[in-house]
């Protein structure tokens, strides 16, 4: 009975694997399993972690050593501007140029407007509208230079 049993079997298993194997003969014909939901990016939900808004990793590194003397940025030197830059960069804007907003290091809509009154002094002829567009980014270049 053994012997029967072990020969059935084996038969069976060979039939299986000729036909495309026993496990996925059935699934075959099965539904398509649905698709998973996409991951959310961590971009996607948090504030960009770095906005240099058009300067370079130099120019950059010059406005954080400028921050650091004057208004309280205590990172790395590392033309990185994130939150810690433009933490110190609110605080200039509040002291001069009406930023109302939280001290929170968000380049917001806030941030750049009062960034944007700022830069009437150094070339920016746009409108005070909160998006930091090439003539913003061009006048911040300009404000950068004359920092000491």
């Known amino acids: 009975m053994r012997r029967l049993t072990k020969t059935c079997v084996t038969l069976t298993t060979a039939a299986g694997i000729a036909l495309g194997g026993v496990a996925t003969a059935g699934s075959s014909f099965a539904a398509p399993a649905p698709a998973a939901p996409q991951a959310v990016s961590a971009q996607a939900l948090a504030p960009q972690a770095v906005n240099n808004l058009g300067l370079s990793k130099t120019q950059a590194k010059k406005l954080q050593r400028w921050l650091n003397n004057y208004y309280g940025y205590r990172g790395s030197i590392d033309g990185l501007m994130g939150s810690g830059s433009w933490k110190a960069m609110q605080r200039y804007l509040s002291k001069y140029y009406g930023y109302q907003d939280q001290i929170d290091g968000i380049v ?41």
Do not use: C, M
């Open 108 to 148: 917001g809509p806030n941030t750049v407007k009062s960034l944007q009154k700022s830069l009437r002094y150094y070339g920016y002829k746009g409108e005070i509208d909160g998006i930091a567009g090439s003539g913003t980014q061009a006048a911040f270049k300009e404000f950068v230079k004359s920092v000491r």
